[in-house]
């Protein structure tokens, strides 16, 4: 069970969109619609942004917006705010009750 | 409002045993509804899935960890909790209990996070 892989720091300036890949395998992200996605200010819970692939909690803003192709999930920030400066992860079920994380993607707003 | 507190030592000794507990306030624990598990984050590293348990028991491991982990249940204190045995300092992590709802297979609730320190 190895870790999701994610680019370690994207950034964009206010106003633009992003996009945040989530690359795994054919026995977790490929294999299940089950990728959710986690926002992360340093010393804060971690937040619940999307989850099965597309799907938005209630109260989550409608920039955020997730995506699957095969074995890569991508998550797509529109209308880039300074809040939205954090550290986002990827997640996909991986069969069996596991759970598979990426290593996380540092947003900059420039 | 559900809120999910871990409390436990800060500091541990390698080849000790960490222990932690995760007291859920503001909704039940023994609802039918959701898996509660644990989640740690290494310095530097991401975010790494321990296990999880159902309010009846039953509880699932990360293979990596499993031969180290047990997460058990008390569901009259409203607690769930870790115990991870012959620590290193590999161990060394912010760890956050949280909540899975059946229905979305996500983590939708999280503690604040405690850090453990593995030194002697």
């Known amino acids: 069970q190895s870790a999701l892989t994610q680019p370690a720091s994207v950034s964009g300036s206010p106003g633009q969109s992003i996009t945040i890949s989530c690359t795994g395998t054919s026995s977790d992200v490929g294999n299940y619609n089950l990728v959710s996605w986690y926002q992360h200010h340093p010393g804060k819970a971690p937040k619940l942004l999307v989850y099965?692939?597309?799907k938005r909690p209630s109260g989550v803003s409608n920039r955020f917006s997730g995506s699957k192709s095969g074995n890569t999930a991508s998550l797509t920030i529109s209308g880039l705010q300074a809040e939205d400066e954090a550290d986002y992860y990827c997640c996909s079920y991986a069969g069996s009750s596991t759970w598979v994380f990426g290593g996380g993607t540092q947003l900059t707003v420039l | 409002q559900l809120q999910l507190q871990e409390s436990g030592p800060g500091l541990v000794k390698p080849s000790e045993t960490l222990s932690l507990t995760c007291t859920v306030s503001?909704?039940?624990?023994?609802?039918?509804?959701?898996?509660w598990g644990w989640i740690r984050q290494s310095p530097g590293k991401g975010l790494e899935c321990i296990g999880t348990?159902?309010?009846?028991?039953?509880?699932y491991y990360n293979p990596s960890l499993k031969s180290r982990v047990t997460i058990s249940i008390d569901t009259s204190k409203s607690q769930f909790s870790l115990k991870l045995t012959s620590v290193t300092a590999a161990d060394t992590a912010v760890y956050y209990c949280?909540?899975?709802?059946?229905?979305?297979?996500?983590?939708?609730?999280w503690g604040q996070g405690t850090m453990v320190i593995v030194s002697s």
């Open positions: 099965e692939v597309t």
């Open positions: 503001g909704g039940s624990i023994s609802s039918s509804s959701y898996y």
């Open positions: 348990i159902y309010y009846s028991g039953n509880p």
């Open positions: 949280t909540r899975y709802p059946t229905a979305i297979v996500a983590f939708d609730m």
